[in-house]
């Protein structure tokens, strides 16, 4: 494959798992190869490699003779994913209470944790899923450990796709406000286990919220 035949599967994979993670593409959704050129103008071969690399994401399912699926949002996968997101975002929390710049990197989460009080009092719950996401992509990029980063970012993609596709469902999400702030506190006073801690706690009720809404969410099935 040419320099320029792997920068347009790039390319393809980019726009297709933001379509995934935005729900332009739904769970559950039957598309074709071509249809997911046509939509990207771009011809079928980009598309297939950036395919494969989806499917090994877990981002959909390649079935022979009958398209691609884009992968559902099961509460099940839900609930073991949320589980090990916790276990790794707050042991980043941790990490980051302990290291001698968490004063900085809180005031770059308060800013997000600002970001998402300004959007919710505009009703805009797109944006307050944008700043919640980089709230947390800021916490693992403080950790300075490259495997929990690495490991927790997959996870993470996959919890914000069900925060964009329930948000409508759930309940405003103020509770994240104050969670996020007790987050930060923490990681300024240098308390570990209290970081870690908030984390959890924040964590746990967005999962209940979250799995609870999926159990009633109608997704395309064929």
Request: hydrophobic letters at 45%.
């Amino acid at each position: 494959m040419n320099p320029n035949g792997s920068s347009r599967a790039e390319a393809v994979h980019r726009a297709l798992r933001g379509q995934i993670l935005g729900a332009a593409l739904l769970p559950g959704a039957m598309v074709t190869e071509q249809e997911l050129a046509d939509r990207l103008g771009v011809s079928r071969t980009p598309v297939r490699e950036a395919l494969q690399r989806l499917r090994d994401e877990g981002w959909v399912e390649i079935r022979a003779r009958r398209g691609i699926r884009i992968r559902p949002v099961s509460p099940d996968d839900m609930r073991d994913l949320y589980a090990a997101l916790m276990a790794l975002e707050g042991a980043a929390a941790a990490a980051v209470a302990r290291h001698p710049s968490r004063a900085e990197w809180a005031e770059r989460m308060e800013a997000e944790t600002e970001a998402m009080r300004t959007a919710l009092a505009q009703d805009d719950l797109s944006g307050w899923a944008a700043a919640d996401a980089r709230f947390h992509d800021a916490l693992l990029a403080a950790a300075g450990n490259s495997h929990i980063a690495r490991l927790a970012a997959g996870l993470a993609d996959h919890a914000h796709r069900a925060r964009v596709l329930t948000v409508k469902l759930r309940p405003r999400p103020t509770a994240s406000l104050a969670e996020h702030d007790a987050v930060t506190q923490a990681l300024r006073a240098g308390d570990a286990e209290g970081a870690r801690a908030a984390l959890t706690r924040h964590r746990e009720r967005a999962a209940s919220e979250i799995l609870d809404a999926l159990r009633h969410l109608p997704l395309p099935d064929r």
